[in-house]
């Protein structure tokens, strides 16, 4: 048998490179390279991307231009240096033309109705999102805020209550059944991570962690050895609907793995995107706590000091977390901290003492001071109840609800005969949320418990919420998921209790609503978005 080893700069054919899923390696092995040092991850990335200056500009999706601008900041490579600059140049952009081009995606979206073309979601957000490099890259800001303003065209159009976009497999107006594939909850979750990092706004922090709260934990199963290929916001019974791409109707099941195989591989990045982003660094010699959750991160600040942050907490079925400070020695520098759009009153204590919790206006707090090891933090987002009307422009223009609380999206559980795939056919779901008794979020009633020592986002969940609502005559199918017009209540209301949606496989998150709740949501309601 006789092996080639290649060097350095020997050239792969064009012919042979490469598909946009070996841009998702090379992210992987970024991550990789970052964590270990493993100088063999580094030589084979350097290899991958220090060849023809035209390989930056092929493949489906724009994906391969960010594991190679974290190499080129390791080695320095000129090659690699040269296939940026062909990237970023003003006649520079994707090799591939038509539809899949990714060139549009260099200038700002038009905003009239219809004016943009619609895309696969995969390629829309791998597309966009490492425009915002040529930020970093040429200085120009233009590259950042138009990625900025396609992404919240997308939000704009498709959003759906559990944080991620419609997508099955491209995108719509928000939807009671409309798909969203679990490719692109891994996907939206690490575009609004990666801009975050650039742009340093909080808004998409929140993004993130809505997305990876809800939309993430309803991906899997609870033993995560199945998981579906879409999920909707309401799903009743299995293998419905009829999604119109991919794997169709089979797409809705839980399974060990679904053709085509993204999927299966792609459920496997939203927890360690999550996880890896908690914390920043940041230009001032700080840290930024961007995302939360219980964590221990190691870090050098100030001049290069050591520094750990120890953080307890139940977030986000708790308002408090707990961060404990160690340092080599006392040393002053900066930490920041995300105040979570949707939290109104924030409370911060440093060793007991409360500090002004006012955000700037990216949504952070910057506390600037001589720490010391033993320092204590303690914040505080209280959470409250926010109802939240739409029209779902898929079924006729019906009119929606849906209840948050905090970041959580809630539901109202089907509970499960045997499995995931198999509703229990006596739970009652056929209800209207209902608002008679003043603001909709006045008679909701929060109630809450400590999380399980083991973890599975169980039915049985820790918080629940009993609102309001009527019992109606509700027939979904596929082309009228929910009444067209508001439901007439016809007697007293009924108390209903709801559960993040993230711990259910079968549920009812956008709600019909009546006439009453209607009108009280309706100041914030707008076609196909929540918020």
């Not at 990045?269 to 908690?278: E, G, K, S």
Request: net charge neutral.
């Amino acid at each position: 048998t006789t092996v080639h080893t290649l060097s350095l700069h020997d050239a792969l054919p064009i012919s042979a490179w490469p598909v946009w899923a070996c841009g998702l390696l090379g992210r992987a092995l970024s991550g990789a390279y970052a964590a270990s040092a493993d100088k063999g991850i580094l030589q084979a990335l350097e290899m991958a991307y220090a060849g023809d200056p035209n390989r930056l500009r092929l493949g489906w999706g724009m994906s391969n231009p960010w594991p190679a601008f974290d190499t080129y900041t390791w080695t320095g490579d000129r090659g690699i240096a040269a296939a940026l600059d062909a990237l970023f140049a003003e006649d520079g952009g994707g090799l591939k033309p038509g539809g899949d081009s990714w060139n549009r995606y260099r200038r700002m979206p038009a905003e009239a109705p219809g004016a943009e073309a619609n895309d696969h979601v995969v390629h829309f957000l791998e597309s966009t999102t490492p425009w915002a490099l040529g930020t970093l890259w040429t200085g120009e800001r233009r590259f950042l805020d138009t990625t900025l303003a396609w992404h919240e065209h997308l939000a704009r159009i498709a959003m759906q209550p559990h944080g991620a976009p419609v997508a099955d497999e491209f995108y719509g107006p928000t939807g009671a059944y409309r798909g969203t594939e679990t490719c692109d909850v891994a996907a939206y979750l690490w575009s609004q991570t990666a801009l975050l990092g650039l742009s340093g706004l909080g808004r998409l922090a929140d993004r993130a962690e809505r997305v990876f709260f809800n939309a993430g934990p309803a991906t899997v199963s609870r033993d995560f050895r199945t998981h579906v290929y879409f999920q909707t916001p309401n799903r009743l019974v299995d293998k419905c609907p009829p999604h119109p791409h991919g794997p169709k109707a089979d797409g809705n099941s839980y399974r060990a793995t679904h053709y085509p195989l993204c999927c299966t591989a792609a459920v496997n990045r939203i927890l360690p995107t999550y996880v890896t982003h908690l914390w920043m660094a940041t230009p001032d010699c700080g840290l930024a706590a961007t995302l939360y959750g219980p964590c221990k991160v190691s870090a050098l600040v100030a001049d290069r000091v050591p520094v750990e942050l120890l953080c307890r907490t139940d977030y986000p079925f708790a308002d408090a977390i707990d961060i404990a400070v160690n340092l080599a020695h006392e040393a002053t520098f900066p930490l920041w901290f995300r105040i979570p759009g949707w939290c109104a009153a924030p409370e911060i204590e440093v060793n007991g003492h409360g500090v002004d919790p006012t955000p700037d206006a990216r949504g952070f707090v910057r506390l600037a001071r001589l720490w010391k090891r033993g320092d204590a933090i303690r914040l505080r987002f209280p959470m409250s109840v926010s109802v939240t009307g739409g029209r779902d422009e898929n079924a006729k223009g019906a009119p929606y609800a849906s209840v948050s609380y905090g970041p959580l999206l809630l539901a109202l559980p089907i509970g499960e005969a045997g499995g995931p795939n198999t509703p229990d056919p006596q739970a009652a779901w056929r209800y209207a949320l209902d608002a008679q008794n003043g603001r909709p979020e006045a008679g909701v009633a929060v109630e809450s418990g400590p999380l399980p020592s083991s973890w599975d986002w169980p039915l049985a969940a820790p918080l629940r919420l009993r609102v309001d609502a009527v019992p109606c005559a509700w027939t979904p199918t596929p082309e009228q998921p929910l009444p067209a017009e508001p439901v007439r209540a016809t007697g007293a209301p009924e108390r209903i209790t709801l559960v993040p949606y993230g711990c259910t496989k079968f549920r009812v998150s956008m709600f019909p609503v009546t006439e009453p709740l209607r009108r009280q949501t309706a100041s914030g309601e707008r076609a196909g978005n929540r918020r």
